[in-house]
Nanobody, 129 residues
Framework: QVQLVESGGGLVQAGGSLRLSCVAS????????MGWFRQAPGKEREFVAA????????SYADSVKGRFTISRDNAKNTVYLQMNSLKLEDTAVYYC??????????????????????WGQGTQVTVSS
């Protein structure tokens, strides 16, 4: 497992942008597929974006496609979520997660929470009108 720490959340007006960062501990970060999830008040946690360990493949929820971009810098043990054109409904706690295992194919990613074994503490994103 890896330890994950998110940062970059905050209060932003609708239409604005934020970039979330997730720093991982451990030397094997570069081999973990990663994901971002979010949980709005009163709702279940949901998938936002995922990226393969190689960075060559990504996946997005329909609700954020075209507005959010997931990326990673394996040299810095960091995965990012660039969020543009933010909407009120993007308000949530955002969680970074690492796959349960390494040694996945270089373009593998998962959209399913059950496939992720390490989670960060979350960072709050609040979008105001």
């Amino acid at each position: 497992q890896v330890q994950l720490v998110e940062s970059g959340g905050g209060l932003v007006q609708a239409g604005g942008s934020l970039r979330l960062s997730c720093v991982a501990s451990g030397r094997t970060f570069s081999r973990y597929p990663m994901g971002w999830f979010r949980q709005a008040p009163g709702k279940e946690r949901e998938f936002v974006a995922a990226i393969s360990w190689s960075g060559g493949s990504t996946s997005y929820a329909d609700s954020v496609k075209g507005r959010f971009t997931i990326s990673r810098d394996n040299a810095k043990n960091t995965v990012y979520l660039q969020m543009n054109s933010l909407k009120l409904e993007d308000t949530a706690v955002y969680y970074c997660a690492a796959d349960r295992t390494i040694n996945k194919p270089p373009h593998y990613y998962s959209n399913y929470q059950r496939d992720f074994g390490s989670w960060g503490q979350g960072t709050q994103v609040t979008v105001s009108s």
